[in-house]
């Protein structure tokens, strides 16, 4: 029994060793002390202009939802896109009843102004 899992142990054991020589060394060869300008935000080239305290306004955070939400439902019409012939037509009704609801649900939502930037 344990010849099935000596590939997985001794592969666990080489990576756990590499791992700690890399954190040994550094530990040893490493910078001793941190710089401010290497402990500040940096994104796509330019030094951030965002404060640590810097506040997103709630729409922000509304419209993130929104496409995560649009977004992961579509995903779930793939499996149906793939299989369609296997699934027949209830699975091509029920894909159509699931878009009518998500135009539904999406118009709803642009209607509110959920979707505009304030």
């Known amino acids: 029994m344990l010849r099935d ?3 997985a142990i001794v592969f666990l054991v080489l990576g756990g060793a590499v791992g700690g020589a890399f954190a040994a060394l550094n530990s040893v ?3 001793r ?3 401010a300008r ?6 796509c080239g330019l030094p951030s202009e965002v404060k640590r305290g810097m506040r997103f306004g709630i729409s922000f955070y ?3 939802m929104l496409f995560i939400l649009f977004d992961l439902e579509v995903v779930f019409l793939y499996p149906i896109a793939v299989q369609l012939r296997a699934y027949g037509t209830f699975a091509m009704t029920e894909a159509i009843v699931f878009i009518v609801l998500l135009l539904v649900a999406f ?4 209607r509110r102004g959920a979707l505009q930037w304030k």
């Open 38 to 43: 290497k402990q500040d935000p940096y994104e």
């Open 29 to 31: 060869i490493g910078p």
């Open 5 to 7: 899992y000596l590939p």
């Open 107 to 110: 118009v709803y939502v642009w």
């Open 62 to 64: 509304l419209i993130a």
């Open 33 to 35: 002390r941190a710089v």
